[in-house]
C-alpha cells in the first residue's frame, strides 16, 4: 500500500484485528449492521496495509446488492482502496461487476446516491471502468439537483484530465454546461476544468460574462481572478477589459476576492490609479478584518507596495494607523514601523496627533499591555522628532508625564527622548527644566532619576532656574541629615533583637477539634510575641532610593550639585546666599557617605561611590579651573559628541535611482509600436523593462555563490551518481536533484527517498521514474523550514533493475545536506535598552571561547561579522584607535522573526594571541546551538594556498 497514490486517510490503531474468517462469515450472513461493522474493519485494514483480496467476491455478492445508503457509502470507500488490477496490470473480472453496480447508482433515483458515485469516479484511474460509465456522466450534468451537477463536472474533468480520448468533446461540453448553468458551486467546477484543460475555452466564457462577474459567486471570482492573472501578458487586445474587471472586483462582498483582486491589480499594472486603488482596498481589510492573521498579511502587502509606490502610501497614511486599534501588540508595531517610513513634512502633525491620542490611551487600566504599548509609541514620536525637529515642542512636554512610570521601561525611553531634545533644541530648555522639576517627585526609577539630575545640572543656567532647582532637590531629597545617630543606634537595636527573636522559640497555642469520623486531633497555631504595630509615614522617592543603598544615584546627585555650585559663583548671585548653597551641598553630600557606611541600608557604600563623593567635595573646597573644566565644560561636549555620533550611525533610508532625462532623448510611445488597444501603456511592468531589470539582477548574482550550493550526493563509482543544487527561500528550501544511471541496464521504480533532521519537514513524496541505461533526470523536492536551525537532509536512492527479478530493492545511500544557518539570518539594528532588555529576557545562551589566528581584535570582529551575518551595534567612533581588547554587541534577526544576540569580549593576550570568550543568547535553543557551532567553525582564518 506505501507504493500506490493515497486518496484516503483513516487513523486505525486497533490491537488484535479480526480474522479474516470472522469477517467473511459478518459480511455473508451479518445483520445490516454486523455488515457495515465488517465492511469498515476491512476498509481500515487494507488501509493500514493488510492485504484482503480475497473478500472482494464476498463483498460483491453479499454486500453490493444492498440499497442502503451507508452500505453505498461504505462501498464506494472500499472500491477507491482496493486492487482493481492484476498483477500484470489488466483490469481484473470482478470488476466489470461493479462497473454495472456504478452504473445503476448513477442511474439511482436518490441524488445523495448519485452525488457520492460521481465524486468517487473523479478520483478514479482505470479507463476501462471509466469509459462505459462515460455516458452515465454526462446524463448526471443536466440532473435537477446542483449537488449531482457539480460532481458531475469533477467526474468528466478526471476523465478528460487522464483520458481525453474517450471525450474529445469535453471542453465545447462544459462550456455550454456554463452558460446555461444557474449554481454557484457548479459553475465553478466547470470553470476549473476549462481554467485547466481547455484555456481558450475559458478565455471565450470570460469575454461572455465579463460584465457580469460583479454579481457571481466568490468562489467563481476567485478563479476568474487567477485566469486573468495568466492571460494578461498573452491577450493584449483585451487588457483594458481585464483591468476594468479586476477593478471591479476590488468591490467584491467577499474579503478573500478583494485581496487577491488589489494584489492581482498591482503585479498587473504600476499606473498611480490602479496602485492606490488596490493599496486603498488593502487598508479597507487592514480595518474591517478582525482575524489578527488577516491583518499581519495584508501589512505584509502594503510593506511590498511601500517599496515601490511609498508616495501612493503617504496619503493613505492615516487609515494605516487605524491599525492601532487592534489589541495585538505586533500588529501594533508593524503598522507603527510602516508608518515612520512614510512620514513625510505634509502629514507628520496628524501622525503626531494620532500618536498622542494613543498615548492617553495607555493611561486606562482597562488597555491590555497597556505599559509596552506605551514604549513603543513613544519610541515612535522619538523617530518623528528626530525627523522634523518642529514638532519637538509639541509632544516633550506631554511625553513627560509619563516620567513617573512604575514599570521604568517607558519612562527611560522618554527621559532618553527629553535629554536629546534638550541637547538639540536650545530655545525648548527653560520650558523642559521647568516641567521636569514639577515632575521630579514623581520619579520611581533610578535610571530616570539620574538622567534627570544630569539634565537639570547641565541645562540650569539662570539664578531663578538654580533656585527652583535646589527646591525640587530639597523636596525629593527629605530633611537633612539622611540618617541621624538616634537613627543608627535604634537600627543597631532593631537588628540586634531581630537575631534573639529567630533564637527565640514562638509560642504554639493548642486546642483538641473534632473531626468528620468523631475523632478528636490537635490544632496548633502560631502567636507572635510582636505587639508593635507599624508606622506608614510618606518618605521621599529619592530619599527612598538612597536608603535602598543606591548610592550611584547618590554619585550623579553630587556631580549635579558640585555644576550648581560652580555656576553659581559666575551668576549675579549675593556672596551670602552663594555660601549657605554650598554649605547645604556639602552637607547633602556628607550625608550621602554617612548614609553608606551606618547599617540603615542593606549593603556599604563601595569605594567606587565614596571616592567620586569626596572628590566633589574637594571640588567645592578647593576649587580650581582645571576641575571645573570638567563638570562644567567636558561634560556638557562629550554628550554632545555623542549625539552627533548617534545621528551619523543612523541608518539612511537608500533613496530610489532617479532616472536621469536629457532634453534630445526619445518619447517612447507604446501606442505607436503596435499596440493599438486602450489601456497597454498601464502594463509597464510586465514589458521590456520589467524584464531587463530581471535581467539585470540576476547578473549581479555571484557565480561562485552559485557553485557552493552544488552538493555531491553520490560517488564516481555507484551506479547512480546524483548531485543537489539547493535553493533557499524564506520559508522553503528546493532541491534540484540530478540523477544519472551509469549502467548498461534499465533502471525501473526509482525513488528518492528524503528524511530531515531539524524543523524541516517534506512537503510531497517523490514519484518513482524509469531511467534507460547512461541516461539522466532532474528530480525535484520541497522542503519546508519553520525555524531557525541547522537542519540535515539525508536519505538514499532505491530502484529495481528491469529483467531482474528479487524481492530486495537496490539501493544507493546520499551524503548529508548541512543546511546553513545563514540563509536565514540578516543583520538588524535595535537600540542600546531594547538590546538590554532581550539579553535578560532571553533564557537560552552559548557561550564560545575565542580559539583563532587571528592577531588583532578589530580584525577578528569584522572576521566574525562576515561570518555570522550579524551586525555591530557599537559606533565606529568606539571602535577606532589602537588598543589590546574589545568589546561589542552584535545582533541579527531570522526571517522568522527570531532574534540573535551576541556580545564579543577579547583582549590580546602577552603571547599575541587574541583570548575571551562571545556569548550568544535567544529565545530558541537552535538559533544559539547554530550560532556558536558556525563562530567555531569559522574563527580560524586558513592561510592562502593551504
Not at 61 to 71: G, L, N, S
Not at 350 to 377: D, F, N, P
Not at 939 to 944: D, E, F, I, Y
Amino acid at each position: 500500500m506505501a507504493d500506490k497514490p493515497c486518496t484516503v486517510i483513516i487513523h486505525y490503531d486497533k490491537a488484535q484485528p479480526p480474522q479474516v474468517a470472522e469477517l467473511k462469515k459478518s459480511l455473508e450472513n451479518g445483520q445490516l449492521e454486523e455488515k457495515m461493522d465488517a465492511l469498515k474493519q476491512v476498509i481500515l485494514l487494507m488501509m493500514n496495509g493488510e492485504n484482503l483480496n480475497s473478500l472482494l467476491m464476498t463483498i460483491i455478492r453479499f454486500v453490493m446488492p444492498i440499497d442502503d445508503k451507508t452500505i453505498k457509502k461504505l462501498l464506494l470507500l472500499y472500491w477507491e482502496i482496493t486492487d482493481k488490477t492484476s498483477a500484470d496490470g489488466k483490469l481484473l473480472h470482478e470488476m466489470i461487476l461493479v462497473c454495472n453496480a456504478l452504473r445503476n447508482d448513477l442511474n439511482h433515483p436518490n441524488e445523495y446516491v448519485r452525488g457520492a458515485t460521481l465524486r468517487f469516479l473523479s478520483k478514479l484511474k482505470e479507463a476501462e471502468i471509466l469509459e462505459p460509465l462515460l455516458p452515465s456522466i454526462r446524463v448526471n450534468l443536466e440532473y435537477k439537483h446542483a449537488y449531482v451537477r457539480r460532481n458531475g463536472v469533477l467526474a468528466l474533468y478526471n476523465v478528460y484530465k487522464n483520458f481525453d480520448h474517450l471525450c474529445p468533446d469535453a471542453p465545447e461540453l462544459i462550456y455550454h454546461f456554463l452558460l446555461n448553468e444557474g449554481d454557484a458551486a457548479c459553475k465553478r467546477n466547470a470553470f476549473i476544468m476549462l481554467f485547466n484543460c481547455a484555456q481558450d475555452k475559458a478565455v471565450e466564457y470570460l469575454g461572455e460574462v465579463l460584465d457580469q462577474v460583479a454579481g457571481m459567486g466568490d468562489i467563481l471570482q476567485l478563479i476568474i481572478v487567477e485566469l486573468i492573472k495568466r492571460v494578461f501578458k498573452t491577450n493584449p487586445g483585451d487588457r483594458a477589459k481585464y483591468i476594468k474587471c479586476i477593478f471591479t472586483l476590488l468591490s467584491s462582498t467577499s474579503s478573500a476576492v478583494q485581496y487577491e483582486a488589489a494584489g492581482t491589480l498591482v503585479t498587473l499594472s504600476s499606473a498611480p490609479t490602479a496602485v492606490k486603488a488596490a493599496a486603498h482596498t488593502f487598508v479597507d481589510l487592514l480595518v474591517k478584518e478582525s482575524d489578527n492573521n488577516v491583518k499581519m498579511i495584508v501589512l505584509d502587502r502594503l510593506a511590498s507596495i511601500k517599496l515601490h509606490h511609498s508616495k501612493i502610501l503617504q496619503e493613505m497614511l492615516m487609515d494605516v494607523l487605524r491599525a492601532l486599534a487592534s489589541p495585538n501588540m505586533e500588529i501594533r508595531e508593524k503598522a507603527l514601523a510602516m508608518a515612520m517610513d512614510l512620514v513625510s513634512p505634509k502629514n507628520i502633525e496628524e501622525v503626531i496627533l494620532v500618536l498622542k491620542k494613543e498615548i492617553q490611551k495607555t493611561q486606562s487600566k482597562e488597555l491590555e499591555k497597556a505599559g509596552e504599548y506605551r514604549q513603543i509609541l513613544i519610541q515612535a514620536i522619538h523617530t518623528c522628532t528626530m525627523r522634523f525637529p518642529d514638532v519637538a515642542g509639541s509632544v516633550v512636554h506631554i511625553l513627560m508625564d509619563f516620567l513617573g512610570d512604575a514599570t521604568g521601561g517607558s519612562a527611560a525611553d522618554v527621559i532618553t527622548f527629553v535629554r536629546e531634545v534638550v541637547e538639540m533644541y536650545p530655545d525648548l530648555r527653560p520650558s523642559i527644566i521647568t516641567k521636569l522639576l514639577e515632575t521630579l517627585n514623581q520619579i520611581k526609577s533610578s535610571k530616570v532619576f539620574r538622567s534627570s539630575l544630569w539634565i537639570i545640572g547641565e541645562y540650569s543656567n539662570t539664578p531663578d532656574e538654580i533656585d527652583a532647582v535646589f527646591t525640587a532637590i530639597r523636596e525629593v531629597l527629605g530633611p537633612l541629615p539622611l540618617v541621624t545617630e538616634e537613627q543608627e543606634e535604634e537600627e543597631k537595636q532593631r537588628q540586634e533583637a531581630a537575631a534573639k527573636a529567630k533564637e527565640s522559640k514562638p509560642v504554639v497555642s493548642s486546642r483538641p477539634v473534632l473531626n468528620a469520623d468523631g475523632t478528636y486531633a490537635t490544632q496548633s497555631a502560631l502567636i507572635s510575641n510582636d505587639t508593635s504595630t507599624p508606622k506608614t509615614e510618606f518618605v521621599p522617592n529619592l530619599r527612598v532610593l538612597l536608603l535602598a543603598g543606591d548610592y550611584f544615584l547618590g554619585t550623579v546627585l553630587a556631580a549635579t550639585l558640585v555644576k550648581l555650585v560652580r555656576k553659581s559663583h559666575h551668576l549675579d548671585i549675593d556672596p551670602v546666599t552663594r555660601n549657605m548653597i554650598s554649605a547645604e551641598v556639602l552637607l547633602i553630600m556628607t550625608s550621602i557617605l554617612r548614609l553608606g557606611q551606618s547599617h540603615i541600608p542593606p549593603n556599604l557604600i563601595d569605594a567606587d561611590s565614596q571616592e567620586r563623593i569626596i572628590v566633589c567635595i574637594k571640588t567645592i573646597l578647593e576649587p580650581s579651573p582645571f576641575t571645573e573644566a570638567i563638570f562644567l565644560k567636558d561634560c556638557r561636549s562629550a554628550f554632545t559628541r555623542l549625539c552627533q555620533e548617534q545621528q551619523r550611525s543612523k541608518p539612511v533610508q537608500k533613496k530610489k535611482k532617479e532616472v536621469n532625462v536629457q532634453a534630445d532623448d526619445l518619447i517612447k510611445v507604446r501606442q505607436l509600436s503596435g499596440k493599438k488597444n486602450f489601456g497597454s501603456d498601464e502594463y509597464d511592468d510586465m514589458g521590456d523593462d520589467s524584464d531587463l531589470s530581471k535581467l539585470t539582477s540576476a547578473e549581479e548574482k555571484n557565480e561562485d555563490h552559485k557553485l557552493n550550493r552544488v552538493y555531491q550526493l553520490t560517488g564516481f563509482s555507484d551506479p547512480l551518481y546524483a548531485e543537489a543544487y539547493v535553493v533557499v527561500h524564506q520559508y522553503d528550501i528546493l532541491l534540484d536533484i540530478f540523477v544519472l544511471n551509469q549502467t548498461p541496464e534499465t533502471l525501473q521504480n526509482l525513488s528518492l527517498e528524503l528524511a530531515t533532521l531539524g524543523d524541516l519537514k517534506l512537503v510531497e513524496r517523490p514519484q518513482n521514474y524509469t531511467l534507460a541505461p547512461h541516461s539522466s533526470r532532474m528530480i525535484k523536492a520541497n522542503i519546508k523550514v519553520s525555524s531557525t536551525d541547522t537542519g540535515i537532509i539525508f536519505g538514499n536512492l532505491v530502484y529495481d533493475i528491469a529483467g531482474v527479478s528479487t524481492n530486495d530493492k537496490n539501493c544507493v545511500i546520499l551524503n548529508d545536506i548541512h543546511i546553513d544557518i545563514m540563509d536565514y539570518i540578516t543583520p538588524a539594528t535595535c537600540t542600546e535598552l531594547k538590546f538590554r532588555t532581550m539579553w535578560a529576557e532571553f533564557e537560552w545562551e552559548n557561550k564560545v571561547a575565542v580559539n583563532t589566528n587571528i592577531t588583532d581584535v578589530n580584525e577578528y570582529l569584522a572576521h566574525i561579522l562576515k561570518s555570522t551575518n550579524m551586525n555591530c551595534l557599537a559606533p565606529e567612533s568606539a571602535l577606532s584607535g589602537d588598543c589590546d581588547f574589545l568589546s561589542a554587541n552584535l545582533y541579527a534577526k531570522s526571517v522568522f522573526g527570531e532574534d540573535a544576540l551576541a556580545n564579543l569580549s577579547v583582549e590580546k593576550q602577552p603571547d599575541g594571541k587574541i583570548g575571551g570568550y562571545v556569548r550568544i543568547r535567544s529565545k530558541t535553543q537552535g538559533i544559539a546551538l547554530s550560532l556558536g557551532d558556525k563562530i567555531t567553525l569559522k574563527q580560524r582564518v586558513q592561510a592562502p594556498g593551504s
